[in-house]
């Protein structure tokens, strides 16, 4: 697979000038856009509806949690934004009811385990009696079960990640998609938890995603291209 395929670059930019200035400076060096809560709120779902026109690919990072009913009348609305990935949280009525909103359409399901901003202290705070681990792979097991596409997970756990489904038995081709990804010796910024772009695709993710070591760079096309070049094409 080449290396660009491999990396989603996340727009967490102020406005939408800044957002099409990006993504113009960026240029051909980058196939695969993330457009998160930042941007949504500002016209990141007509920006997406953009980037498909123009042969990208887009993951809307909405995040969904809420009654199955909404959550499932939100996904077949956003279906027609055409993105190629959707985000919501990994519980199992907030994943079935996505799975039925996206219909027959080509959008992929993309599970939030556990945020990487939680430890094992924030869980028990939240009421949760679980290690970040044990909820992870519970997580991941129902998703599986739930028939998403994949899950969306700190690189340092795609390792166990991978081994579980394949445990289970679940689909080859299913997607881990990690964020927390820094070059080596990079800027950690607010990132706990972060491994190298190939140190995570070798520990089985399928796909990563990369923020501001791109888009605060003083150079981000160069920047982008680092990253795809210490990547490699498989
Ligand atoms: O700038 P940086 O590379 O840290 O950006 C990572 C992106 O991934 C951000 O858009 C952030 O919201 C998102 N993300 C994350 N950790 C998660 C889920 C999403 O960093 N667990």
Same mark, same amino acid.
């Given at each position: ?17 800044? @957002? ?54 939100? @996904?077949?609305?956003? %279906? ?59 997580? %991941? ?54 491994? @190298? ?11 990563? %995603? %990369? ?24």
């Amino acid at each position: 697979m080449r290396a660009d395929s491999r990396l989603y670059v996340a727009l967490d930019l102020p406005d939408m000038d800044s @957002t099409r200035a990006m993504v113009e400076t960026l240029g051909d060096a980058v196939v695969s856009y993330k457009i998160g809560l930042q941007l949504l709120p500002l016209g990141g779902t007509e920006f997406a509806r953009e980037l498909k026109r123009a042969g990208k690919n887009v993951f809307l990072d909405f995040k969904l949690h809420d009654i199955g009913a909404t959550v499932e009348k939100a @996904t077949s609305s956003i %279906v027609g934004a055409g993105a190629d990935l959707l985000t919501v949280h990994a519980t199992p009525d907030v994943m079935a009811a996505a799975v039925r909103g996206r219909g027959e359409s080509d959008l992929k399901i993309m599970a939030v385990t556990v945020l990487t901003s939680l430890d094992n202290a924030a869980l028990v705070d939240m009421g949760y009696f679980n290690t970040v681990e044990e909820l992870v792979m519970h997580r %991941v097991r129902q998703a599986v079960k739930t028939g998403v596409d994949g899950v969306i997970a700190s690189p340092l756990e795609a390792e166990k990640i991978r081994a579980l489904v394949k445990d289970i038995n679940g689909p080859k081709d299913f997607l881990i998609i990690t964020p927390g990804v820094r070059m080596p010796g990079g800027d950690k910024g607010d990132q706990k938890r972060v491994a @190298t772009p190939k140190d995570a695709l070798a520990n089985g993710a399928s796909h990563i %995603v %990369v923020g501001r070591p791109i888009t605060q760079a003083p150079d981000p096309k160069a920047a982008a291209l680092e990253i795809l070049a210490h990547i490699g094409n498989d």
